[in-house]
C-alpha cells in the first residue's frame, strides 16, 4: 500500500509569510507524529496526535506552530509569521497505534524542505 | 539536554568491513530502541529494533548489541556495501511517551 506522503516537497517562503504542510498517513494508522530535522541534525519531535486529538503539544517550539488533525487522517502543520530559523525538513509519522509493543514502529514520510527567505 | 547522544558523527569504512556506530542514553525509563536509515531526500527507515530484555539482535548484517547496565547500545553492519551508504540514527522511547528521541546521527560512507 502506499506509505506516507507529504506535501509540498519543497517550500520556499519569505519572512513572516504563513505556511502551511501537510501530511498524509498509512491508512488506518491511528497515531501521527511531526519532527522537524535541521541540517546536519537529528530529528526534533514537535507533536503527535492520537486520533483527531494532540495530547502532547509540549515539543512545538513556539506558538507560531499549530497542527491539526481531520477524520483521523490528514494532518496540517501551520507556522504563522516564519522565520529564518524555522528553516528545515518537516518529516510526518505514522503508526499503527502507540499502545501495543507490536505497533510502535514509526513509517516516515519523504518530509517537506522549507526554507524561509 | 540531549538525552540520546550518538558517535561518531560521520564514518568512512570500506567495502567489506565492520561499521559500528555507538549510541548512549541517560533516561533509564526508555525501553525501545530502534535505528533508522536515512538516504539523502528520503525520510528515514526503520532498520531495525531492539527492546532492554536482550543484548543482542541480528537481521541479515545488521546487529544491535544493548548493554543495559552501561546504557549503550550499538549497531554493527557486517560486510558494509556501498550501498549502505547513508545516514543512520540511534533513537530511544520510554513507554509513556508517544514520540521517538532521536541521536545527531552518523553519516556512514562505505567506498567501494
Request: net charge positive; with cysteine; hydrophobic share 30%.
Amino acid at each position: 500500500g502506499a506509505g506516507v506522503s507529504q506535501s509540498p516537497s519543497n517550500k520556499v517562503t519569505e519572512k513572516g509569510k504563513d505556511v502551511e504542510l501537510r501530511c498524509d498517513p498509512i491508512s488506518g494508522h491511528t497515531a501521527l507524529y511531526w519532527y522537524r530535522q535541521s541540517l546536519g541534525q537529528g530529528l526534533e519531535f514537535l507533536i503527535y496526535f492520537q486520533g483527531n486529538s494532540a495530547p502532547d503539544k509540549s515539543g512545538l517550539p513556539s506558538d507560531r506552530f499549530s497542527a491539526e488533525r481531520t477524520g483521523g487522517s490528514v494532518s496540517t502543520l501551520t507556522i504563522q509569521r516564519t522565520q529564518q530559523e524555522d528553516s528545515a525538513v518537516y518529516l510526518c509519522a505514522s503508526s499503527l497505534s502507540y499502545e501495543q509493543p507490536s505497533s510502535y514502529e514509526q513509517y516516515f514520510g519523504p518530509g517537506t524542505r522549507l526554507t524561509v527567505t | 539536554q540531549q538525552q540520546v547522544k550518538q558517535s561518531p558523527q560521520s564514518l568512512i569504512v570500506q567495502k567489506g568491513g565492520i561499521s559500528i556506530i555507538n549510541c548512549a542514553y541517560e533516561n533509564t525509563a526508555f525501553d525501545y530502541f530502534p535505528w533508522y536509515q536515512q538516504f539523502p531526500g528520503k525520510g528515514p527507515a526503520l532498520l531495525i529494533a531492539i527492546r532492554p530484555d536482550v543484548s543482542e539482535k541480528k537481521e541479515g548484517r545488521f546487529t544491535i548489541s544493548f548493554n543495559k547496565s552501561a546504557k549503550q547500545f550499538s549497531l554493527h553492519i557486517m560486510d558494509s556495501q556501498p550501498g549502505d551508504s547513508a545516514t543512520y540514527f540511534c533513537a530511544a522511547r520510554r513507554g509513556s511517551a508517544r514520540q521517538l528521541t532521536f541521536g545527531s546521527g552518523t553519516q556512514l560512507t562505505v567506498l567501494p
